[in-house]
């Protein structure tokens, strides 16, 4: 029996599982020592650790372990709780299924070997003491904050407005009329100067060396003095994935770059991205309009026609809108990688399929100015898009 008042349990559990060194073990009436999020305890008695999965879920479990220790009400603590069973059971799903992203993830925590090692170390005997997760917060250098609209649990923030650092919110609404819990909102807010998406090896020779290109654009901006610890690589699975990743780019902070490595097609009537072989290039024009804005200097695009001056409802049009202000520079046609950079070729097939017959201008930019949408490189970019000249 649970008191929700108390947010207590009224029967006791079995004595035989208590331990003199562990007090929160002695007391018979907790459950997963009053911490069901990060240790999940089927049997009543049974704990078992999240160190297998990747940084930004193990992050958004540590960040709902330390809401639902936050939390007042039996209805908000098994709300957090079913929002952590459903990360575990999406990410054990993609692990079976051989699809489960374990590199270039949204969130990067700092030490995590030290925080498996932590963890690992506290159960060993299938608890978890207040001590022993207060180490384990301290290995990433977590810190939490309380307020009215929820609990925030910062990663390796040292100042107030840092680069290179993830936060993640838990808030938890109530509907106004109802007065009903709503769904935990789970939302989190990285810190970076610019961001890097590419697309997740496939096992198909075309796709094999995306990440390769991930770091040339990586090692290109460090070249041109920008820290490292200031630039966010991140491999996306799907659409989904992208949408996630680009709404938890801080909205306020001042992004300089973000390079964008996916499919995408200018076909009329079925314009789009994609980041998955397997997917449909579908991220369309109005999935673009739905994402937050965010503030952009310059927005790369690599997917081939995505700027294609043939159709003004072409997807670099639609990312101009969302960029306030800042610039994208996408290929009129088909985009080979290369050592020194991109470049922009004539699409047969694609001109071919929107009756087309113009030759191939490029690299081209587009603005948003005073709420329209303009081609403003003067055909000053070319066909060669390199390194030197993108990251000044």
């Avoid at 990410?91 to 949204?106: F, G, L, P, S």
């Avoid at 997740?200 to 060396?209: F, H, I, M, R, V």
């Avoid at 700027?307 to 202000?325: E, I, L, P, T, Y």
């Avoid at 047969?348 to 030759?359: L, S």
């Amino acid at each position: 029996m649970y008191d929700p008042v108390t947010a207590r349990f009224l029967q006791e559990d079995d004595p035989q599982y208590g331990n003199a060194s562990d007090p929160l073990s002695l007391d018979l009436y907790t459950y997963c020592h009053n911490d069901p999020i990060a240790y999940s305890d089927p049997s009543g008695h049974i704990q078992a650790g999240d160190q297998k999965y990747n940084d930004t879920d193990l992050a958004k479990i540590i960040a709902l372990t330390n809401a639902w220790n936050a939390a007042k009400t039996k209805e908000d603590k098994q709300k957090i709780s079913d929002e952590a069973t459903a990360i575990r059971n999406n990410a054990n799903k993609e692990i079976a299924d051989k699809n489960y992203q374990t590199v270039d993830t949204i969130v990067t925590l700092d030490n995590r070997a030290a925080l498996n090692k932590s963890l690992t170390t506290s159960l060993a005997d299938n608890k978890l003491t207040t001590s022993e997760w207060n180490q384990t917060l301290n290995t990433v250098n977590a810190k939490i904050t309380t307020d009215k609209d929820g609990v925030k649990t910062s990663f390796g923030v040292t100042q107030k407005k840092p680069n290179g650092r993830a936060e993640i919110d838990v808030s938890i609404n109530k509907d106004k009329d109802t007065n009903k819990v709503n769904p935990v909102d789970t939302s989190i807010q990285t810190h970076y100067s610019a961001y890097i998406y590419y697309m997740s090896p496939t096992g198909l020779p075309s796709e094999a060396d995306r990440s390769t290109f991930a770091t040339n654009d990586k090692n290109a901006m460090i070249a041109a003095g920008m820290s490292e610890d200031d630039i966010k690589m991140v491999c996306v699975n799907s659409n989904d994935d992208f949408k996630e990743a680009w709404n938890s780019m801080g909205s306020d902070d001042d992004i300089k770059y973000v390079t964008m490595d996916s499919h995408a097609t200018s076909a009329k009537g079925h314009e789009g991205i994609g980041f998955c072989i397997k997917d449909p290039i579908d991220f369309g024009p109005d999935d673009i309009s739905k994402l937050e804005n965010k503030n952009i200097g310059t927005l790369y695009m690599y997917g081939c026609n995505a700027g294609s001056v043939s159709d003004d409802n072409n997807v670099a049009r639609a990312f101009a809108k969302k960029v306030k202000g800042g610039k994208v520079i996408a290929s009129d046609g088909t985009v080979t990688p290369g050592r020194f950079g991109y470049v922009s070729q004539r699409d047969d097939t694609y001109y071919h399929e929107v009756g087309a017959n113009q030759p191939n201008v490029g690299w081209v930019e587009y603005q948003d100015i005073g709420g329209n949408v303009k081609r403003v490189d003067n055909g000053k970019l070319g066909r060669n898009l390199k390194y030197g000249n993108m990251f000044k």
